[in-house]
C-alpha cells in the first residue's frame, strides 16, 4: 500500500491554518511529524533512509527496525506501512534534535499497536533534554483490554517540555509486542474533525418509465458534491456537480460531499433504472444471483407478468420445465413499439444421452391486448443447442403490439432455458408510411399525476381513439374522437400507473398517466 502523509508542515499561527489547512487535517500546529515511510523490507533504525522527517537524528539499540507487516489502520490519521517494532525489554527507539523552545502546551500523538492484554501500560515514552536524565510521559488515556481491543489505536501523550534539543525514546518493560506509527508532536489539543453529511437523491433510487431529473444535496452547508456515473468511486478530482443530473438511461450515480476543515462524506449511491426512453427498450432479465436451491419467483420482475413459469437457474435463465408443457409461459407488456426481439434458448438433458432432449415446440407469438395471440415463430428442440445457448433474432413486422409470449408448447424428454431478452424499439423512418418527422411529441396528456380527470392536446396529430390499460394491459377505458380541453373521467379507478394509447394514421402513440 502506498503510504499515505496525512500531516502537514507546520505554519505560524493555529488562526492561519484554521483558514488554510485542507480537509483531514490539523486544526492546530504541527511541530514535528514522523510516519516511518513504506520500507520494502525490515530494515534496521540506523540503516533507514526512508524517513518523512530528516532534520531530526533517529537512534535504536540496533535491534530495532522498521517494518512493513501489519501496517497501521483503523485509527484517525493512520498511514499505513512502515513502522517501529518493540517486543522486548532490550530495545528502544530514540528522536533527538527537536526544536520546542518557542512552543507551549505540547502533545505526543502516535499510532500504537497492542494485544489484548495490554492496556499501554507496558509502552514507555520518556523526554529529555540532554539525553542523560529522563522523565516520562503518563499515557492520556488507558487503553482498553479483553476481546476485540488488539490492533491499533489513536494515543496521546501531554505535557511535553519545552526546550532546544528535545529528545523522545520509546521502550518497553514487558516481553510483549507493541508497534509505534504516526508519531506527530502538535501545540495544543488534536481536533477531532466533524465528517460532511453523505448526499442525498431527489429522486431516490428506483425504476422509472420517463427519464428523470436527479438533484444531489447534502445537509452541510456549502459543501462541495463530486460525483461519477461509471460505477467508479468518487473523488475530488471526479466531475462537480453544479445542475441537476438528467438520466435518460440506465445508470448508477455515485457521489461525495466535501467541505474544508471537515472530513469527507460517505459514498452515496444511487441506481436508477429507465425503462422506457427514446432508444432501446431493453427488458430486465439478470437474476444470475439465483442458484438452483434457491429459485426466483419470475412474477416479481419488472417488465414482466407470467401465467405459469419455470424456475431461474444460476445463470440467470428461466427454465421451462417439460412436465409444464403447454401451459409455461412468460409474457413481456411493452411500453413503445417494438421493431426486433433478441433471446437466447439452451436445452437441458433429462438423461445422460443425446436423445434425452426432444420432442420440444418453442412458440414466441405477439398480441395487441394480451388475449389474442398470434405467433411469431416457432422453434424445435433440433435447432436448440444442449451444449450452449443459440442466439435468435425475429423482425416484428406489426408495430403495433403491446405483448410478447414465449411458451414451452411440447416437450417429451428435457428441459428448456430462456435468457438474455432484448427488445429494440421501432424506428418509424424504416416505415414508408410513417412520418416520424411530423412530431409525436406534440400530443401530451395533463394534468399528470392526475386525480378525477384528464385532458389531451393533439397538437397537429390526427388522433382516431384513445384507450387506456392498466399495467397488466387490461384494457380500462376507450374514447373514439377525441378532443382537446375534454375531461376524461378516472375518478372510479384504483390509484397507480396506466398507460394511455393513442391511435393514430402514424403509428401508436404512448403516454403514462399516474392515477393519485
Not at 484554521?18 to 520500507?39: D, I, K, M
Amino acid at each position: 500500500m502506498k503510504k499515505k502523509i496525512f500531516f502537514f508542515a507546520r505554519i505560524l499561527s493555529v488562526v492561519l491554518l484554521l483558514f488554510t489547512c485542507p480537509r483531514h487535517a490539523w486544526a492546530q500546529t504541527v511541530v514535528y511529524e514522523e510516519n516511518f515511510g513504506s520500507p520494502t523490507a525490515n530494515t534496521l533504525i540506523q540503516n533507514y533512509t526512508g524517513w518523512q522527517n530528516t532534520d531530526v537524528l533517529y537512534t535504536g539499540d540496533g535491534t530495532c527496525d522498521i517494518r512493513s507487516s501489519n501496517a497501521s489502520n483503523n485509527y484517525g490519521f493512520a498511514s499505513g506501512d512502515g513502522n517501529v517494532m518493540i517486543n522486548d525489554t532490550t530495545k528502544w527507539f530514540m528522536i533527538s534534535n527537536l526544536n520546542t523552545a518557542n512552543d507551549t502546551n505540547l502533545s505526543l500523538y502516535c499510532g500504537l499497536r497492542k494485544t489484548s492484554t495490554e492496556n499501554g501500560d507496558n509502552f514507555i515514552v520518556e523526554v529529555s533534554n540532554d539525553s542523560i536524565s529522563w522523565t516520562r510521559l503518563v499515557l492520556a488515556d488507558t487503553l482498553p483490554t479483553g476481546t476485540g481491543t488488539s490492533g491499533w489505536h489513536r494515543v496521546r501523550y501531554p505535557n511535553v517540555p519545552s526546550c532546544n534539543n528535545l529528545h523522545i525514546r520509546f521502550s518497553n518493560q514487558a516481553i510483549v509486542d507493541y508497534r509505534l506509527d504516526d508519531i506527530a508532536l502538535v501545540e495544543g489539543e488534536e481536533t477531532v474533525l466533524e465528517t460532511v453529511a453523505r448526499p442525498f437523491f431527489s429522486p431516490a433510487s428506483g425504476t422509472y418509465y420517463e427519464p428523470q431529473s436527479v438533484t444531489v444535496t447534502s445537509a452541510t452547508p456549502d459543501a462541495v458534491i463530486y460525483y461519477t456515473l461509471d460505477n467508479t468511486t468518487p473523488t475530488t478530482t471526479s466531475l462537480s456537480y453544479s445542475n441537476p443530473l438528467q438520466i435518460s438511461q440506465s445508470t448508477t450515480i455515485k457521489a461525495i460531499a466535501v467541505k474544508e476543515g471537515m472530513y469527507d462524506s460517505e459514498v452515496a449511491t444511487a441506481n436508477y433504472i429507465i425503462l422506457d426512453t427514446n432508444s432501446l427498450v431493453v427488458l430486465p432479465f439478470d437474476i444470475s444471483s439465483n442458484s438452483e436451491v434457491e429459485h426466483l419467483d419470475i412474477t416479481q420482475m419488472s417488465g414482466f407478468r407470467g401465467y405459469h413459469l419455470g424456475s431461474s437457474y444460476a445463470n440467470g435463465s428461466v427454465k421451462f420445465e417439460s412436465s409444464h408443457a403447454g401451459e409455461a409461459s412468460l409474457v413481456a407488456h411493452l411500453d413503445s413499439a417494438p421493431g426486433t426481439v433478441e433471446f437466447d434458448l439452451r436445452g437441458v438433458k433429462g438423461g445422460g444421452t443425446p436423445s434425452a432432449y426432444e420432442g420440444v415446440t418453442f412458440m414466441i407469438s405477439q398480441s395487441t391486448d394480451g388475449h389474442n395471440w398470434s405467433p411469431l415463430a416457432t422453434i424445435y428442440g433440433a435447432d436448440i443447442s444442449v451444449d450452449e445457448f443459440t442466439h435468435f433474432t425475429y423482425v416484428i413486422s406489426n408495430h403495433n403490439i403491446n405483448y410478447l409470449r414465449w411458451s414451452l408448447e411440447t416437450s417429451l424428454k428435457g428441459n428448456t432455458q430462456l435468457n438474455n431478452i432484448k427488445i429494440t424499439k421501432h424506428d418509424g423512418s424504416e416505415d414508408s408510411t410513417a412520418t416520424p418527422s411530423y412530431g409525436f411529441s406534440t400530443f401530451c396528456v395533463f394534468p399528470n399525476p392526475a386525480s378525477g380527470y384528464f385532458q389531451i392536446h393533439k397538437g397537429r396529430i390526427e388522433v382516431r381513439s384513445i384507450s387506456l390499460y392498466n399495467i397488466y394491459g387490461e384494457l380500462m377505458r376507450r374514447w373514439d374522437n377525441p378532443v382537446d380541453n375534454h375531461d376524461y373521467p378516472l375518478t372510479d379507478l384504483p390509484t397507480g400507473l396506466y398507460i394511455l394509447k393513442a391511435d393514430t394514421p402514424y403509428g401508436t402513440v404512448t403516454k403514462k398517466i399516474v392515477k393519485q
